[in-house]
């Protein structure tokens, strides 16, 4: 280990070690557990955090999401997150619930097997987790529908799974309707990555983003805004559309 630091320290310093040297505008970057006691590490002293640019990383849901969803992680759990992001601390990390996420997946229902999620979840994500996550099960909110439904399926059947998800009135809720855009945003554009966007796609998106009472204002902005800039070529067409345009300069 000492060899490798020693290594190290002469290639941040110098940008050589013996008769090695790193190319011209390369950079290295190292990641490390923080040194808290939480962690088995070999402690830097001052002369060496002298030699390079320290950044502490810190949780963001969102940029999560958006891996999870390329990584196709099940997305009962990415709702899950998305609503929970408090629960993501030192000790339960992305890596971990990452891991309970994938040992799951692949049950269909998981109310008809909460004592095995439970069990799995207690052994990588500890007892809070994965109670939350149960609570989460119990109250349905795993059955939201899917941004590739939502897409797809038939136009009145979603509007009305999307009007049974977010509620109406005084029962109306925001955080559902906040990770539904979320997740219909960051569907599209990894579907456009490697896909033709359908005419269909675009005529769904135009209707959620124009007539749709899942979606507040500001969420219809938010979809279009993200969608638009995240692939300008393939999503051109929606400000092709009046109505879009016009929702889109309130």
């Not at 190292?30 to 955090?49: E, F, H, I, R, W």
């Not at 692939?231 to 929606?238: D, E, G, H, S, T």
Request: charged share 25%; with cysteine; glycine share 2%.
């Amino acid at each position: 280990m000492h060899r490798f630091m020693q290594a190290t320290m002469e290639i941040l310093d110098r940008q050589e070690y013996v008769s090695w040297k790193l190319p011209k505008n390369w950079h290295v970057i190292l990641t490390t557990n923080p040194d808290n006691g939480d962690y088995n590490v070999t402690s830097l002293d001052v002369a060496q955090k002298t030699r390079f640019v320290s950044v502490e990383l810190k949780y963001d849901v969102n940029v999560w999401a958006k891996w999870a969803e390329t990584a196709s992680i099940d997305g009962r759990c990415i709702n899950f997150m998305l609503m929970n992001p408090e629960l993501v601390t030192q000790r339960v990390n992305p890596r971990s619930i990452t891991t309970f996420f994938n040992a799951i997946s692949s049950i269909p229902k998981f109310e008809e097997s909460l004592p095995l999620i439970q069990m799995i979840g207690e052994g990588s994500v500890g007892v809070d987790f994965s109670s939350m996550f149960t609570m989460f099960i119990n109250n349905k909110l795993d059955k939201i529908i899917s941004p590739e439904d939502t897409l797809t399926k038939d136009e009145q059947y979603v509007m009305n799974a999307l009007t049974n998800a977010v509620g109406k009135d005084d029962d109306f809720r925001a955080d559902i309707s906040s990770v539904i855009a979320t997740r219909l945003i960051n569907y599209s554009l990894v579907f456009a990555d490697t896909k033709p966007v359908p005419a269909a796609m675009i005529q769904r998106l135009i209707k959620l983003s124009t007539d749709c009472l899942a979606f507040t204002d500001d969420l219809r902005y938010y979809i279009i805004k993200e969608i638009v800039n995240g692939n300008k070529v393939k999503f051109a067409q929606l400000m092709m559309n009046k109505d879009v345009v016009k929702m889109a300069v309130k």
